[in-house]
């Protein structure tokens, strides 16, 4: 999923499910910044109430 209103070209959030080697357990969010970046992502308040939210392919 992405937002409209982010100002990064490819920048998504999309959900992570864990493998056996990871030290995580539970499934969670994941952001890919503009700059090819992959970390944990808690969304905001905004975010989560945005209207311009995008599934992307």
Do not use: F, K
Not at 31 to 53: F, V
């Amino acid at each position: 999923m992405s937002r409209l209103g982010w100002n990064g070209p490819g920048q998504h959030v999309e959900m992570v499910t864990p493998d056996l080697l990871s030290n995580i357990s539970r499934p969670y969010l994941c952001i890919q910044n503009a700059q090819g970046d992959r970390l944990p992502w808690l969304p905001s308040q905004m975010d989560i109430l945005a209207t311009d939210w995008v599934e992307m392919d």
